[in-house]
């Protein structure tokens, strides 16, 4: 960390077009399985909206804090 990402066409699932805005939200899973949660996860605030081509950071903390 820090680490550096970009969404284009090729994230979006179902196709389509991507939305004038999103809402971010970073996670690292301590126990690898993502449909899961513990207090050992690191995430980040939800940040949004964000427009296409604009930079964000986002910061990792413990669930519990």
């Known amino acids: 960390m820090p680490a550096d990402f970009s ?3 090729a ?3 179902m196709g389509g077009e991507w939305p004038q ?4 939200r970073a996670r690292i899973d301590a126990d690898g399985n993502p449909s899961t ?3 050992e996860d690191l995430v980040s605030d ?3 909206p964000v427009a296409p081509g ?3 950071i ?3 903390s413990a669930l519990d804090q």
């Open 37 to 39: 949660t513990s207090e």
């Open 21 to 24: 805005e999103v809402w971010l």
């Open 7 to 9: 969404l284009g066409d």
């Open 54 to 56: 604009e930079s964000v």
């Open 11 to 13: 994230d979006l699932t």
């Open 58 to 60: 986002l910061t990792l």
């Open 46 to 48: 939800l940040v949004g």
